[in-house]
């Protein structure tokens, strides 16, 4: 099975701008319910 393949097919962003774009809206949209640990991880994780 080829894995590059498989992610490349599963993944939901066209594009890296894209999916900085849903983090950030999705930090403004649940920040007050995130803690600072957690605003400050999600965009390490999504590298």
């Known amino acids: ?5 498989l992610a490349i097919k599963h993944q939901p962003f066209k594009t ?4 900085n774009q849903a983090i950030i809206s999705h930090i403004v949209e649940h ?3 995130l803690s600072a640990t957690d605003i400050e991880m999600i965009p390490l994780l999504s590298r």
């Open 16 to 19: 890296k701008e894209e999916m």
């Open 31 to 33: 920040g007050g319910h």
């Open 1 to 5: 099975m080829n894995y590059v393949s």
